[in-house]
């Protein structure tokens, strides 16, 4: 077998029709997120930025050059000399939303750069949410780990703070962070969260060497992007390109593939930003006449991080170990008192708070250590809901001895390389509202998988330990103790209801071509008609060969099929309607099968069916297919025909099924599917008045259907995990004459 047919079939792990439907979960999420965030206010960044940002986006409506601006306008901190009208622009800043906000500019022809930013941030908060449920779903295998992710807007605005938006704290605000978190870090954090989800959406896939090295060449490229949006942001997202390496390598090299894989992805991020740069600062040198040389760059690594030292007295108001204040001002005047012609921002400038951090510092080390910790431990408390719903899930979903722990256990370390690096800005500068991004990136991502694996664990625990299963089973017994072969061949059940119009001739007609050895068994649940009083009179004169036993159920189709089937003895048994749907056809093909097959069903959707059908019931079967094949998983063309089944497999189905309604021949069908029984559909022909009887399909059962699909997706896991008995009947089945085929 070629690799490409090999890794085909490794990443296919359902039909097409369910990766829709998580797609559809994915675009539900998407445009939901989409208009919140296009519906936000503009979110104005602080004074300073503010018009930085405008005057360098008027300047690239004029002149079609990143990052200068006019000279004497933008922020009074960044004023430098130029040869010409134009000067370089935002130098003491990430660039990447900047840029964005130029770009966009030609998308919006707005004055403004808030449309494009509000613009460029609704999409980057989207986009990942269109692929978030599959990889959720292929991280545990089981589609409705990604259903669940379906609630994480409500999860996510319990869990931060009250934003239903994923990946980012864009457009929040607290008692500290008093400003609005805007698009400079709101983007930062939602680049993040993309390149996040999609690293953990391949590490579910097996990748031939030439997908994952443009998968690996992709992701630098966003690491890249990441890194100009806010500094050094995307290293975390390089790193966990050796994830990926590492899960495609074979044990004895894995890790030594997987380090060198980071650290070259990491290597090439920062090339990359580099030269991105370049590119920038000769287009801006070209159009200001600055010479590269002359351009001015920030050196800002150690401002930062003395002010850091101010904690608690941004927080709290209570004044810092240290007398340091948060703010720009205080910094600069310590600089100026050591060296009044010193230029904010320069090289000059960084060695002089360096050295005034380091003698902080080094002068009180425990108070310095103590300091980091308590902001530490509040970082800690502010995402303290996300970390207890995240411990929560995942304890649960690595607790299972399954496979899914491999793609679990990789998508996790994709996230920790960002987690770390987000610890940083947070404790050793400030822990505000701004300095989330990357933290809210990773932990989001990991809510999203923590929502799955939750529901995946509490959806997929056998249903042997559960109360309300043994209670449920508790009021169930088989008709007979030991299990001994049956003298009955055949039990034909019958469910009715109000089905005194048609029930006369069925009977008439099974009576005509069953033995001594068969039975009809008729359910009756709640009639409100003379049904049971027909049935009454018909057992008072039956006269057939065949034994006729009756039975009452509560209301449902489920409950009287359950019903009948616990009070059948026979080697086989035959799940019908009150009218015959398909008058004797189903049964002629039925007999013709081979002794071992367990499970078979007269099917509508058998190429050789002969069925007319209305245009209703045509749509309707469309429909529900789609939704048996996304959710279940289902290969069957049709679940809801009459059903030939082993008779001791089909009481214990019985024993333990779930549902009381039309979805129980669907959830017999789905039981054989989990238990790898191949289910044999035969062809049958449908009767004229089939839809014009009792049994015709309404649009209120087309809902309860809908329902029924979607609580059996959940429960689907159980019927592997039951030990079910053995069939008894290995014999060939005899024909109603006697003979055997």
Known sequence: MSDRIRSAAANRLWPRSTSIFLILVGVVLSVLSFVVVINMPALPWHSARAHELQATYDAFRQTGT??????NSGSKYTQVAGPGPWVSAAWDDDPGAYIIASLMGVVTHSGSPYPGLGLAEALLVALPLLWLPTAVARIFKRARAGYAVVLLPPLMWLLNNGTILAGTEYGLSDSVSTTRVYALYGIAASIAFLSLSLIVLFCTFRLRIGALIAVSCGIIVLAAVGDLARSLSGMGIAAAVGVLWWLHTHKKWR?????????????????????????LNAARSA????????????HGTWHPLYLGLAYPQPITGQRSPFGIEWSDEFAWDKAWAIDPKVVIASDQYDLIIKKLYLDEVSAHPLTAAKLYFEKFLYVVKHFGAMLAFILVGLVLALMRRAPQRRHLGAALAVTVPTILLGLIPPVLVMPFLYYYSELTASLSILVAIALGGLVWSLTSMPA?????????????????????????????????????????????TLAGVLTAEDEIIVAENGSTDDTWELLEAAKDSWTAPAALVLCRSEPGLGEALRTGVLSSRGRRVLLTADDLPFGLSDLEQFERLPANVTVAIGSKAHPDSRVRRSWRRAVQSRIFRFLREALLQSKVGDSQGTIWADGDWCRSLAMVSRESGLMWTTELVLAAEQQGIRVVEVPVVLSEGHESGSSRFRFGDAWRSVVGFTRLAVYKDDYSDEHWVVPLHTGPVRQRDGSIP
Request: glycine share 10%.
């Open 255 to 279: 890790w030594l593939v997987g380090i060198g894989a980071a650290l070259t992805a990491i290597t090439l991020t920062f090339g990359l930003q580099n030269v991105t740069m370049s590119g």
């Open 464 to 508: 042997h330990v559960r109360a309300s299963e043994r209670s449920r089973l508790s009021t169930r017994a088989l008709p007979s103790a030991p299990r001994t072969e049956s003298s009955v061949g055949l039990s034909v059940i019958v469910p009715t209801r109000n089905g005194s119009a048609v029930l006369g001739d069925t009977l008439t």
């Open 287 to 298: 159009t200001t006449g600055q010479s590269m040389a002359a351009l001015p760059a920030s």
């Open 66 to 71: 990143l990052l200068i601006k006019a000279v």
